[in-house]
């Protein structure tokens, strides 16, 4: 049985090793073995939203980063572990179609492609209002 303080969706703060300013997904929606469902909202005061108002395309894939870490809290949480650290090391083939803008609404989808010792690949495809922004393969160590 899941205690109450993670019965999703459950805030991203309480699942992350981040703090603000980096903090940059809002909640784990959705969860299974194989990966889970993130949402994020793009504020003004996010560090790295420019002058005109829009993301700089590089932070999807700390998004997707991020996304992926709220997954493996939750997963620590719920296995009463202390949530582990984790450092992107790597992406492959991660297409960025377009930058989301400030009150932006994003769903980002994480697959866990493989576990390797301390190394985890995964699938993240970054969508707002049903359409595809950003996708691609990262690799990260969790020491």
Excluded at 83 to 90: A, C, H, M
Excluded at 110 to 124: K, P, Q, R
Aim: with cysteine.
């Amino acid at each position: 049985m899941v205690p109450d303080h993670l019965q999703l969706p459950v805030n991203a703060i309480d699942l992350l090793p981040h703090r603000q300013p980096m903090i940059l997904v809002d909640q784990l929606l959705e969860f299974n073995s194989e990966g889970g469902v993130v949402s994020a909202v793009i504020s003004s005061d996010n560090i790295f939203v420019e002058d005109d108002g829009c993301l700089v395309a590089v932070a999807l894939i700390e998004i997707v980063a991020q996304a992926y870490a709220a997954i493996k809290g939750y997963d620590d949480m719920l296995n009463q572990r202390q949530v582990q650290r984790g450092f992107l090391v790597g992406g492959r083939s991660f297409k960025i179609k377009r930058s989301p803008s400030v009150g932006e609404q994003l769903t980002v989808a994480i697959t866990t492609i493989a576990d390797l010792d301390e190394f985890s690949v995964v699938d993240g495809v970054v969508t707002s209002a049903d359409q595809i922004i950003a996708e691609g393969s990262l690799k990260l160590w969790l020491p």
